[in-house]
């Protein structure tokens, strides 16, 4: 089975698997005050035993399981957030999702992310395009930050909103991976935030907005290297090419 062939069906699976214990299972809070379900646990062992088993050879690098320097060695390394927006998980809601990437030298190549609740299948493969439910996707071609979609961290949006007349889009319990998708999608012109997230959140999503015709960077304009020591980026911007320059020029970092 080709890789992406098997990402897929690894990645459905284990959103069907997530959505078996929705709303049947404990949580709890983890040492850095983030929470964690018997269900997040779950998923991780499902789509290690899947991915990591069929291709041994390569990497693994999870926000659930322990972390080793062994996955540096690596390629090719699969990288996964189990459940993305495990608040809304918790709470009922149905802003959650499964997203995985194939990283192959530090970038990724191949992505899935899969929304349970309203079978919303995103995945996208380098040179290949991005696509929801098999359609293609595209990102959307605002220039202007006047009446741009964005969805960010208040800050970051203060310092915007002090420039043009933006339309700030409510976060809620969206997850970041679902930002992401949503800007590839073309439902919102950017995500962004001036604060540090982890590579396991971004990493599909980067894919996506990409293989949209978007594009991913921190503040200082450059694409992300992931399968490093350290597993967190400093911020993060998408958008489109067009609309990135106005964005980058006037934030900072909080």
């Known amino acids: 089975m080709a890789d992406a062939d098997l990402l897929h069906v690894a990645v459905r699976d284990a959103g069907l698997l997530a959505r ?3 709303r049947k299972v404990k949580s709890w809070t983890k040492s850095d005050g983030s929470p964690v379900t018997e269900a997040d ?12 088993g069929e291709r041994p050879d390569y990497g693994w690098l ?4 322990p972390d080793t320097a062994e996955r540096l060695e690596r390629r090719q390394v699969w990288i996964a957030d189990p459940i993305d927006g495990t608040r809304a998980f918790t709470h009922g809601g149905d802003e959650w999702c499964v997203a995985v990437a194939l990283l192959t030298d530090g970038r990724p190549t191949l992505a899935a992310i899969y929304r349970p609740m309203t079978d919303d299948f995103y995945e996208a493969e380098i040179g290949k395009g ?84 978007g594009i991913v ?5 450059k694409s992300f290297t992931y399968n490093r020591t350290e597993t967190r980026q400093n911020s993060y911007v998408a958008s489109s090419p067009r609309l990135q320059a106005a964005l980058l020029e006037h934030l900072s970092p909080s």
Do not use: M
């Open 20 to 22: 078996s214990l929705f």
């Open 41 to 52: 646990l779950a998923v991780d062992k499902a789509l290690k035993e899947r991915l990591h």
């Open 62 to 65: 999870s926000e659930e399981t």
């Open 217 to 221: 960077t921190g503040l200082s304009g």
């Open 130 to 213: 991005a696509r929801l439910n098999g359609h293609p996707l595209h990102v959307g071609q605002t220039a202007s930050l006047a009446g741009a979609r964005i969805l960010g961290n208040a800050s970051a949006l203060t310092q915007l909103r002090a420039r043009a007349p933006i339309e700030a889009v409510a976060s809620g319990n969206l997850p970041l991976a679902l930002r992401l998708a949503f800007v590839a999608q073309g439902k919102l012109d950017a995500a962004l935030s001036t604060t540090a997230k982890h590579d396991w959140d971004l990493a599909a999503g980067d894919l996506l907005v990409h293989e949209a015709g």
